[in-house]
């Protein structure tokens, strides 16, 4: 099979690629002009120069392609707008799709996100026939959430089968735009309060989403969605496994839902007023204090099986160190467990 | 002293010797008092109440257990050999640590062994079966002031011993009602006294001892003792006026004890208004009590250090007039806050008032079945002028009759009579009525199919119009007499009001009637003769003056209420809940704080917006940042122009780098972002508090 990629420079979208070589398909990606390709650096890929909001770029790229695996957006909670990122989103898979029609694709697989099924407030697990009910969707949540339903209607009026994959936190190697996944075990350890927060979160290795990828669209169900996930965690309990795996101490103060909101607004507002990036945003803060608990039954019924969350997050600190994302001051002090090394080898 | 009067009339018996020990006092005033004789004839257990509300050990802190086991040891020797000491407190004292009913007993000096080596019992006295179920009870309390009621004496004690706790005055008449005391003594060896009260309780040498069988009455020589009016604490006031005074003679002393001093009425007035809080009031317990630290910790950190903030204040109320007024002036300040968020609750959570159980302080017994039947003719005369007042376009008729607001108004439902007056009953009428916050209701007779004919309610309802929370107004706390007649085709029910509590009403008479019409429907009339107490502000100036301000007032709060009334009437006929507030148990009160000052952030959040659709926001923002125009939005992030094949990213020559000038203007285009995003930021602080109290909430409710 030939496959064409797009967002194949994020983290999902250069694991869906080394999912597919390891499958032995051919892989053709889409990339903007410019665009950070280090992710994709040694493989044996393909290239297209393009934008997923350029139609013609599209519709170039997916000559002669079977697959479509449509991963670009943007993950973010701060830094662009609701309307560039929900354009994003919905137009550009709109008119992936439309691509994919007219090139006469077998399938498309769409990387949506576990945000879609929503959160809930006690620990609670759902799955993929959730009905989404978020008190307070962040920008980010409401554009996947659009962007799932642009996908299926879009799928379902062209007559191309479509299924959705669900990834929930993506943690892993090849996030050189460092997303917010890995961006929070960074941030975890760059705290020198080491806090954590009273809702959960449900892990998966970035090598597990883009095997769930190739498995959606070998036996997925057009129409169907899958939730990519592995183990669920409370934020408490992935904090102490990041504080293990990394040889430091923490988590030490547990913040509640004002707390957390609090510093997180603080945070916003200094970087705001200094013109730069917040660590942190109150979209986070709120998240962090919800449980985002997910089943990954239909994907494992298709025989796919996510890694422990303890290896997914053994590699994601391997690639984070390795890369110098944690501050000098704090990584000079840290003394990560043997099986953190040997995930970087 | 003389010995014991052959008088039949209640003798209390106040004994004062200086010199002389605490166990020589109790000695000699059982003896004078016949104390011996009176109780030989009762066999069987024998259960003491002390006051163990106390937070230090000292014989002045509460009854002094010496004392008590002086008593058993005389007991013992009279052939009384089942002994306990019940361990029951009036106080919420559930911010301690140690306060469990064996553990406070043992840290002030109970030894389970009195030092004549007779054993004794602590018992768990909540609930009041062990003392009630006692051959022989004995209220031993402690002469000491309190910090609200003035003085706490026995009633006060046995408060702790109700078999259900609502307020100490209730549970006090309550238990005097259903298991008095055998005998009263008061430990006036050493007592405590103080500005105050028990909050910081200052030992004073009295060197008395009072005793009688009447707990009232020896409250009542132990007031007078102190130089108080016997009727100055809530507590005896309620049970003196339900129960009164027997006969009484007095034996010994009752001029006022040298040194003595009272908890001043300022601070008692302000004390009181910080305790009759739900929140605050329950909270604030913690800040005010000096407590012997090494005995009882206390369980919060933060509480812990507002008590050690607030205590050497309390500690120095006597003697520094800074320190008097301090602590008047927060007890103050939180009594307001709490009264905030009563109002807030009252006028906009209704759901967030926490339901009152109140029971019925009068007898309702004492009125004769002619008493209960005359109450619908009674009526009458008032049911005939409203008959022939003219109704106003909103269908209510009103007029003053001799100062009260005489009114009626009715509507057709359109629901099936027989099938509404199967589901809705005409006895719980009072129940359904809008702004009902809770009560009591005692039925007195029935018919023959067990349906209520004659019954006793008292009813608690939100301050009538709402709005008069924000002026002080009182909840409308009134008892009331009921005749509930059945006939084909109409049910009624009529009430007069026979007591208020708490004064907020002078005549709250009235009735409902389900009458069927000629179509099958169900007619409702309301109508009534009330005139409530006004909140002091409004007595500063007489409204009927103005009539153009008063009419309306009364037209609208009587449509509100019929309104209500007429809706809860339709939920309870589709069997949904009709009540507000919430039940008592259902929250810990302790946060209504925090609740207050979420949704305040969030009504906040609420009027920025509006000031955002117009604006105005950002006009406030140049106005303080002085640039006289609306702002920019913050400056973009740069983004990379190109990542070459080694992932280096180029991008565009920077700008040149800002001056001051333009380091303003990013400040100033932030600071614009803040102020945009203000009303957000609020409502998202809101919701994160109301999120946590959620999550305590229901923590609170697993555990």
């Given at each position: 099979?030939?496959?064409?990629?797009?967002?194949?420079?994020?983290?999902?979208?250069?694991?869906?690629?080394?999912?597919?070589?390891?499958?032995?398909?051919?892989?053709?990606?889409?990339?903007?002009?410019?665009?950070?390709?280090?992710?994709?650096?040694?493989?044996?890929?393909?290239?297209?120069?393009?934008?997923?909001?350029?139609?013609?770029?599209?519709?170039?790229?997916?000559?002669?392609?079977?697959?479509?695996?449509?991963?670009?957006a943007?993950?973010?909670?701060?830094?662009?707008?609701?309307?560039?990122?929900?354009?994003?989103?919905?137009?550009?898979?709109?008119?992936?799709?439309q691509?994919?029609?007219?090139?006469?694709m077998?399938?498309?697989?769409?990387?949506?996100?576990?945000?879609?099924?929503?959160?809930?407030?006690?620990?609670q697990?759902?799955?993929?026939?959730?009905?989404?009910?978020?008190?307070?969707?962040?920008?980010?949540?409401?554009?996947k959430?659009?962007?799932?339903?642009?996908?299926?209607?879009?799928?379902?009026?062209?007559?191309?089968?479509?299924?959705?994959?669900?990834?929930?936190?993506?943690?892993?190697?090849h996030d050189?735009?460092?997303?917010?996944?890995?961006?929070?075990?960074?941030?975890?350890?760059?705290d020198?309060?080491?806090?954590?927060?009273?809702?959960?979160?449900?892990?998966?290795?970035?090598?597990?989403?883009?095997?769930?990828?190739?498995?959606?669209?070998?036996?997925?169900?057009?129409?169907?969605?899958?939730?990519?996930?592995g183990?669920?965690?409370?934020?408490?309990?992935?904090h102490?496994?990041?504080?293990e795996?990394a040889?430091?101490?923490?988590?030490?103060?547990?913040l509640?839902?004002?707390?957390?909101?609090?510093?997180?607004?603080?945070?916003?507002?200094?970087?705001?007023?200094?013109?730069?990036?917040?660590?942190?945003?109150?979209?986070?803060?709120?998240?962090?204090?919800?449980f985002?608990?997910?089943?990954?039954?239909?994907?494992?019924?298709?025989?796919?099986?996510?890694?422990?969350?303890?290896?997914?997050?053994?590699?994601?600190?391997?690639?984070?160190?390795?890369?110098?994302?944690?501050?000098?001051?704090?990584?000079?002090?840290?003394?990560?467990l043997?099986?953190?090394?040997?995930?970087?080898? | 002293?003389?010995?014991?009067?052959?008088?039949?009339?209640?003798?209390?018996?106040?004994?004062?010797?200086?010199?002389?020990?605490?166990?020589?006092?109790?000695?000699?005033?059982?003896?004078?008092?016949?104390?011996?004789?009176?109780?030989?004839?009762?066999?069987?257990?024998?259960?003491?109440?002390?006051?163990l509300?106390?937070?230090?050990?000292?014989?002045?802190a509460?009854?002094?257990?010496?004392?008590?086991?002086?008593?058993?040891?005389?007991?013992?020797?009279?052939?009384?050999?089942?002994?306990?000491?019940?361990?029951?407190?009036?106080?919420?004292?559930?911010?301690?640590?140690?306060?469990?009913?064996?553990?406070?007993?043992?840290?002030?000096?109970?030894r389970?062994?009195?030092?004549?080596?007779?054993?004794?019992?602590?018992?768990?006295?909540?609930?009041?079966?062990?003392?009630?179920?006692?051959?022989?009870?004995?209220g031993f309390?402690k002469n000491?002031?309190?910090?609200?009621?003035?003085f706490?004496?026995?009633?006060?004690?046995?408060?702790?011993?109700?078999?259900?706790?609502?307020?100490?005055?209730?549970?006090?008449?309550?238990?005097?009602?259903?298991?008095?005391?055998?005998?009263?003594?008061?430990?006036?060896?050493?007592?405590?006294?103080?500005?105050?009260?028990?909050?910081?309780?200052?030992?004073?040498?009295?060197?008395?001892?009072?005793?009688?069988?009447?707990?009232?009455?020896?409250?009542?020589?132990?007031?007078?003792?102190?130089?108080?009016?016997?009727?100055?604490?809530?507590?005896?006031?309620?049970?003196?006026?339900?129960?009164?005074?027997?006969?009484?003679?007095?034996?010994?002393?009752?001029?006022?004890?040298?040194m003595?001093?009272?908890?001043?009425t300022?601070?008692?007035?302000?004390?009181?208004?910080?305790?009759?809080?739900?929140?605050?009031?329950?909270?604030?317990?913690?800040?005010?009590?000096?407590?012997?630290r090494e005995?009882?910790?206390?369980?919060?950190?933060?509480?812990?250090r507002l008590?050690?903030?607030?205590?050497?204040?309390?500690?120095?109320?006597?003697?520094?007039?800074?320190?008097?007024?301090?602590?008047?002036?927060?007890?103050?300040?939180?009594?307001?806050?709490?009264?905030?968020?009563?109002?807030?609750?009252t006028?906009?959570?209704?759901?967030?008032?926490?339901?009152?159980?109140?029971?019925?302080?009068?007898?309702?017994?004492?009125?004769?079945?002619?008493?209960?039947?005359?109450?619908?003719?009674?009526?009458?005369p008032?049911?005939?002028?409203?008959?022939?007042?003219?109704?106003?376009?909103?269908?209510?008729?009103?007029?003053?009759?001799?100062?009260?607001?005489l009114?009626?108004?009715?509507?057709?439902?359109?629901?099936?009579?027989?099938?509404?007056?199967?589901?809705?009953d005409?006895?719980?009428?009072?129940?359904?009525?809008?702004?009902?916050i809770?009560?009591?209701?005692?039925?007195?007779?029935?018919?023959?199919?067990?349906?209520?004919?004659?019954?006793?309610?008292?009813?608690?309802?939100?301050?009538?119009?709402?709005?008069?929370?924000?002026?002080?107004?009182?909840?409308?706390?009134?008892?009331?007499?009921?005749c509930?007649?059945?006939?084909?085709?109409?049910?009624?029910?009529?009430?007069?009001?026979?007591?208020?509590?708490?004064?907020?009403?002078?005549?709250?008479?009235?009735?409902?009637?389900?009458?069927?019409?000629?179509?099958?429907?169900?007619?409702?009339?309301?109508?009534?003769?009330?005139?409530?107490?006004?909140?002091?502000?409004?007595?500063?100036?007489?409204?009927?003056?103005?009539?153009?301000l008063?009419?309306p007032?009364?037209?609208?709060?009587?449509?509100?209420?019929?309104?209500?009334?007429?809706?809860?009437?339709?939920?309870?006929?589709?069997?949904?809940?009709?009540?507000?507030?919430?039940?008592?148990?259902?929250?810990?009160?302790?946060?209504?704080?925090p609740?207050?000052?979420?949704?305040?952030?969030?009504?906040?959040?609420?009027?920025?917006?509006?000031?955002?659709?117009?604006?105005?926001?950002?006009?406030?923002?140049?106005?303080?940042?002085?640039?006289?125009?609306?702002?920019?939005?913050?400056?973009?992030?740069?983004?990379?122009?190109?990542?070459?094949?080694?992932?280096?990213?180029?991008?565009?020559?920077?700008?040149?780098?800002?001056?001051?000038?333009?380091?303003?203007?990013?400040?100033?285009?932030g600071?614009?972002?803040?102020?945009?995003?203000?009303?957000?930021?609020?409502?998202?602080?809101?919701?994160?508090?109301?999120?946590?109290?959620?999550?305590?909430?229901?923590?609170?409710?697993?555990?």
């Amino acid at each position: 099979m030939r496959a064409l990629v797009t967002g194949a420079t994020g983290i999902v979208g250069a694991h869906v690629v080394r999912a597919l070589l390891e499958g032995g398909h051919a892989v053709r990606v889409l990339v903007r002009p410019g665009s950070d390709r280090r992710a994709l650096a040694q493989l044996d890929v393909e290239t297209c120069e393009g934008d997923v909001l350029d139609t013609a770029s599209v519709e170039r790229a997916a000559r002669r392609c079977e697959w479509l695996f449509h991963a670009a957006a943007v993950f973010a909670y701060t830094g662009i707008s609701v309307e560039a990122q929900t354009d994003l989103a919905v137009r550009g898979t709109r008119q992936v799709l439309q691509a994919a029609h007219r090139a006469g694709m077998a399938r498309v697989v769409v990387t949506s996100s576990s945000v879609t099924l929503g959160s809930t407030a006690t620990p609670q697990l759902l799955d993929e026939d959730a009905v989404f009910a978020e008190p307070q969707p962040s920008n980010y949540t409401l554009s996947k959430v659009q962007q799932e339903a642009a996908a299926f209607d879009t799928g379902r009026r062209l007559g191309l089968d479509v299924v959705s994959v669900c990834p929930t936190m993506v943690v892993g190697a090849h996030d050189y735009r460092l997303g917010p996944s890995n961006g929070n075990l960074v941030n975890y350890l760059n705290d020198p309060l080491r806090c954590t927060f009273p809702g959960g979160c449900n892990v998966v290795a970035a090598q597990d989403v883009g095997a769930a990828q190739v498995v959606a669209a070998l036996r997925g169900i057009p129409g169907q969605r899958y939730v990519a996930g592995g183990d669920n965690l409370r934020w408490e309990a992935l904090h102490a496994m990041v504080s293990e795996l990394a040889g430091t101490f923490g988590p030490s103060l547990r913040l509640n839902h004002t707390a957390a909101y609090l510093a997180a607004a603080s945070m916003e507002a200094t970087a705001r007023l200094a013109g730069r990036r917040p660590v942190v945003t109150r979209d986070e803060a709120r998240m962090a204090c919800r449980f985002y608990w997910y089943r990954h039954a239909r994907l494992s019924s298709l025989g796919w099986q996510p890694r422990p969350a303890r290896e997914a997050l053994a590699i994601a600190l391997a690639w984070l160190l390795h890369r110098g994302e944690v501050a000098e001051s704090v990584a000079a002090r840290l003394r990560p467990l043997p099986e953190v090394q040997a995930a970087r080898a | 002293m003389a010995r014991r009067s052959a008088n039949p009339v209640s003798v209390v018996w106040v004994l004062q010797r200086a010199g002389a020990s605490g166990a020589t006092l109790l000695e000699e005033v059982l003896a004078a008092s016949g104390f011996w004789e009176d109780v030989s004839a009762r066999r069987g257990p024998v259960v003491i109440k002390p006051d163990l509300d106390c937070y230090e050990a000292g014989p002045h802190a509460g009854t002094d257990p010496a004392l008590v086991e002086h008593l058993i040891d005389l007991l013992y020797d009279r052939g009384f050999d089942d002994v306990a000491v019940a361990d029951a407190r009036t106080e919420n004292d559930d911010w301690l640590y140690n306060r469990d009913p064996m553990a406070v007993p043992e840290l002030v000096g109970y030894r389970f062994e009195t030092p004549r080596g007779r054993r004794y019992a602590i018992v768990d006295g909540r609930g009041g079966a062990a003392w009630k179920g006692a051959a022989l009870r004995i209220g031993f309390a402690k002469n000491r002031t309190h910090e609200d009621c003035l003085f706490a004496l026995s009633v006060h004690n046995l408060a702790a011993l109700a078999p259900v706790r609502r307020s100490v005055a209730e549970d006090a008449l309550a238990v005097l009602r259903d298991a008095p005391p055998h005998w009263c003594l008061i430990d006036a060896v050493v007592s405590a006294h103080g500005s105050a009260g028990h909050r910081a309780p200052k030992p004073l040498a009295t060197h008395t001892l009072i005793a009688c069988r009447n707990a009232l009455l020896a409250d009542w020589a132990a007031a007078a003792r102190m130089g108080l009016d016997p009727y100055a604490s809530p507590v005896n006031s309620l049970a003196l006026h339900a129960l009164g005074l027997p006969p009484y003679h007095v034996e010994g002393d009752l001029s006022p004890y040298p040194m003595w001093r009272n908890v001043h009425t300022v601070m008692a007035h302000a004390a009181r208004l910080r305790n009759a809080s739900d929140g605050l009031g329950a909270m604030s317990a913690a800040w005010f009590q000096t407590v012997d630290r090494e005995r009882f910790a206390l369980r919060d950190f933060y509480s812990d250090r507002l008590n050690a903030m607030v205590t050497p204040l309390l500690a120095r109320a006597d003697e520094n007039p800074r320190a008097f007024w301090m602590v008047v002036a927060l007890n103050l300040v939180l009594a307001r806050i709490d009264g905030f968020v009563r109002a807030q609750q009252t006028l906009f959570a209704k759901d967030r008032l926490r339901r009152r159980e109140s029971p019925l302080l009068m007898d309702p017994h004492a009125c004769s079945p002619a008493t209960y039947d005359a109450i619908e003719g009674g009526f009458a005369p008032c049911d005939a002028l409203l008959r022939h007042l003219p109704a106003a376009r909103n269908g209510l008729r009103w007029r003053h009759v001799d100062g009260a607001i005489l009114f009626g108004n009715e509507h057709v439902l359109p629901l099936p009579y027989d099938r509404f007056v199967q589901r809705v009953d005409i006895a719980k009428a009072i129940r359904y009525m809008n702004d009902y916050i809770g009560g009591a209701t005692v039925v007195v007779r029935r018919d023959r199919r067990g349906r209520a004919l004659h019954q006793a309610e008292r009813n608690l309802y939100l301050q009538q119009p709402n709005w008069m929370v924000l002026f002080g107004g009182e909840v409308i706390d009134v008892e009331k007499i009921e005749c509930i007649r059945r006939r084909r085709g109409q049910q009624t029910i009529h009430w007069r009001t026979l007591s208020s509590p708490n004064g907020s009403a002078r005549i709250d008479d009235g009735g409902v009637a389900f009458t069927r019409t000629a179509e099958g429907l169900t007619h409702v009339r309301v109508f009534g003769r009330q005139q409530f107490s006004l909140p002091t502000v409004f007595r500063l100036f007489d409204i009927d003056l103005a009539p153009g301000l008063r009419d309306p007032i009364i037209e609208s709060a009587y449509t509100t209420y019929f309104e209500g009334t007429l809706r809860n009437l339709q939920l309870a006929y589709d069997g949904q809940e009709y009540r507000i507030g919430r039940d008592a148990s259902s929250e810990d009160p302790q946060r209504a704080l925090p609740r207050f000052l979420a949704t305040a952030a969030a009504a906040l959040a609420e009027l920025l917006r509006e000031g955002r659709g117009a604006g105005g926001l950002e006009r406030v923002a140049a106005w303080i940042t002085g640039t006289g125009v609306p702002l920019a939005p913050a400056p973009a992030r740069a983004e990379p122009l190109l990542t070459d094949s080694a992932g280096f990213r180029h991008f565009a020559p920077p700008a040149p780098a800002p001056d001051v000038r333009g380091r303003e203007d990013q400040w100033v285009a932030g600071f614009a972002a803040l102020v945009r995003d203000a009303p957000d930021v609020l409502q998202g602080l809101a919701d994160a508090v109301h999120h946590d109290l959620d999550a305590l909430a229901n923590a609170g409710a697993r555990e």
